[in-house]
């Protein structure tokens, strides 16, 4: 939550003189609200947001809208940073307000949400910025070793490993999710590509796909990989904040993901995990040696980031933990299966995830009856929006073909799920 202690700014500013107290702008020193553990139904969420009204928006798979809370926050250290500039952002205050300290928080912050050590996290512009870093300066990789990966990862993290591949000499080995994605068939996947590609080296996992919403049993792969000697990076963007698990359960070495999807953090960042004793297999981002080499934050590229985005971390993750991660589990797999389950008497409908709550959560795809094409997707996707204000996306790149994906969010309500109901039971022959 915002740090009560920002007092000091203004403390800070008038010892340096009452010119910069003078242009500090007012109510920089509200207090914090009330978030405590727990104190808010997961069935009140809806509430704690500002929506646009008019659209049913079930794309929050692109990334979460800030609640009010968070918003607010985001907005008073954005004027603050404004305000006291490179005051602030140089360190140059007297009581250790400025830029490190409320880097430092934010890790910490992160680092708390997902069961890991500070030195263990670093913040990075965005999942896919945080995945990158850790995909193209994994350090052990050498020319002629395989790196593997699948249709259904994202399209960023894709473009990494093949940039392994152009880059650094790697053969890159991609393979096709099975459908339908039990879980015997994605661990037969897995099992068949490692057992196939004994040279590989390093292996991209999806915890839940952008694509179709797939959950994958990530330890499970993981485990497979290492026995045959193959490190993994973890892509968690869909998962952390979402699913109620952390970083260690997964028994992975290096994952990313996105705070500003699932934390409901301010566009613009992201974070990536290291564990302990691994450190020295990522190589530093770009000669960033603006810490030491054993310092964690070397490994994102540096520059300067959105200063206020960054502060207002640690009131997304005192949001996560006033719902709690496993309230906000449940009320995602509600919003989900009750759209879901509402579509399943529709035969022009295909769900493309198995039937399983192990293999889902909140993000679902379906596609149509007749849609085989690119050009057939956007067409529903259009429609949806277009004739029933219900605003969904599409997405290539699976082997199968195309798929709409629906991505109920926080802030989601029951109607905007009944209004994609009522469309798809209004379109589902549209293609036919």
């Given at each position: 939550?915002?740090?009560?202690?920002?007092?000091?700014?203004?403390?800070?500013?008038?010892?340096?003189?009452?010119?910069?107290?003078?242009?500090?702008?007012?109510?920089?020193?509200?207090?914090?609200?009330?978030?405590?553990?727990?104190?808010?139904?997961?069935?009140?969420?809806?509430?704690?947001?500002?929506?646009?009204?008019?659209?049913?928006?079930?794309?929050?798979?692109?990334?979460?809208?800030?609640?009010?809370?968070?918003?607010?926050?985001?907005?008073?250290?954005?004027?603050?940073?404004?305000?006291?500039?490179?005051?602030?952002?140089?360190?140059?205050?007297?009581?250790?307000?400025?830029?490190?300290?409320?880097?430092?928080?934010?890790?910490?912050?992160?680092?708390?949400?997902?069961?890991?050590?500070?030195?263990?996290?670093?913040?990075?512009?965005?999942?896919?910025?945080?995945?990158?870093?850790?995909?193209?300066?994994?350090?052990?990789?050498?020319?002629?070793?395989?790196?593997?990966?699948?249709d259904l990862d994202y399209d960023a993290m894709l473009a990494a490993m093949q940039w392994l591949g152009t880059?650094?000499?790697?053969?890159?080995?991609?393979?096709?999710?099975?459908?339908?994605?039990?879980?015997?068939?994605?661990?037969?996947?897995?099992?068949?590509?490692?057992?196939?590609?004994?040279?590989?080296?390093?292996?991209?996992?999806?915890?839940?796909?952008?694509?179709?919403?797939?959950?994958?049993?990530?330890?499970?792969?993981?485990?497979?990989?290492?026995?045959?000697?193959?490190?993994?990076?973890?892509?968690?963007?869909?998962?952390?904040?979402?699913?109620?698990?952390?970083?260690?359960?997964?028994?992975?070495?290096?994952?990313?993901?996105?705070?500003?999807?699932?934390?409901?953090?301010?566009?613009?960042?992201?974070?990536?995990?290291?564990?302990?004793?691994?450190?020295?297999?990522?190589?530093?981002?770009?000669?960033?040696?603006?810490?030491?080499?054993?310092?964690?934050?070397?490994?994102?590229?540096?520059?300067?980031?959105?200063?206020?985005?960054?502060?207002?971390?640690?009131?997304?993750?005192?949001?996560?933990?006033?719902?709690?991660?496993?309230?906000?589990?449940?009320?995602?797999?509600?919003?989900?299966?009750?759209?879901?389950?509402?579509?399943?008497?529709?035969?022009?409908?295909?769900?493309?995830?198995?039937?399983?709550?192990?293999?889902?959560?909140?993000?679902?795809?379906?596609?149509?009856?007749?849609?085989?094409?690119?050009?057939?997707?956007?067409?529903?996707?259009?429609?949806?929006?277009?004739?029933?204000k219900v605003h969904t996306v599409w997405r290539a790149?699976?082997?199968?073909?195309?798929?709409?994906?629906?991505?109920?969010?926080?802030?989601?309500?029951?109607?905007?799920?009944?209004?994609?109901?009522?469309?798809?039971?209004?379109?589902?022959?549209?293609?036919?």
């Amino acid at each position: 939550m915002p740090n009560p202690d920002r007092r000091l700014f203004l403390k800070s500013a008038a010892a340096c003189g009452p010119g910069l107290l003078a242009a500090a702008a007012p109510g920089l020193t509200w207090a914090a609200p009330a978030l405590a553990a727990g104190s808010i139904s997961a069935d009140d969420l809806p509430a704690q947001f500002d929506v646009m009204p008019g659209v049913h928006n079930l794309e929050a798979g692109y990334w979460s809208m800030m609640p009010r809370v968070v918003a607010e926050a985001f907005a008073r250290n954005t004027t603050l940073v404004n305000s006291a500039n490179a005051v602030w952002a140089r360190n140059v205050l007297p009581g250790g307000e400025g830029w490190t300290t409320e880097a430092a928080r934010a890790q910490a912050a992160v680092a708390r949400q997902v069961g890991a050590s500070p030195a263990e996290i670093a913040i990075a512009r965005s999942g896919a910025d945080a995945l990158q870093m850790l995909i193209v300066n994994y350090r052990p990789l050498k020319a002629g070793d395989a790196v593997i990966c699948c249709d259904l990862d994202y399209d960023a993290m894709l473009a990494a490993m093949q940039w392994l591949g152009t880059h650094r000499g790697a053969r890159v080995v991609k393979f096709a999710m099975p459908e339908p994605a039990t879980t015997a068939n994605i661990l037969a996947a897995y099992e068949a590509v490692l057992k196939a590609t004994p040279e590989a080296k390093l292996l991209l996992v999806t915890q839940v796909s952008n694509r179709t919403g797939l959950v994958t049993p990530v330890r499970e792969i993981v485990a497979m990989a290492r026995a045959r000697g193959v490190d993994t990076v973890v892509d968690a963007a869909h998962g952390v904040a979402c699913i109620d698990f952390q970083i260690p359960d997964l028994g992975a070495d290096f994952v990313g993901w996105s705070v500003h999807k699932w934390t409901s953090a301010p566009l613009g960042t992201g974070a990536l995990y290291i564990r302990k004793g691994r450190l020295a297999d990522i190589d530093i981002a770009y000669e960033n040696h603006n810490q030491p080499a054993d310092d964690i934050n070397t490994r994102v590229a540096p520059g300067t980031v959105n200063f206020a985005a960054v502060m207002t971390i640690p009131t997304a993750v005192d949001f996560h933990f006033a719902v709690g991660a496993a309230a906000k589990e449940a009320r995602m797999r509600k919003l989900r299966n009750r759209w879901v389950n509402a579509v399943a008497d529709l035969p022009n409908v295909e769900i493309c995830v198995p039937d399983d709550p192990a293999r889902y959560c909140a993000v679902t795809s379906f596609r149509l009856k007749g849609m085989a094409t690119d050009a057939d997707a956007q067409k529903v996707q259009r429609r949806l929006f277009e004739a029933h204000k219900v605003h969904t996306v599409w997405r290539a790149g699976i082997s199968r073909g195309p798929a709409i994906r629906v991505s109920p969010g926080l802030f989601t309500t029951e109607q905007d799920v009944d209004a994609l109901v009522a469309a798809l039971r209004a379109e589902h022959a549209m293609l036919l």
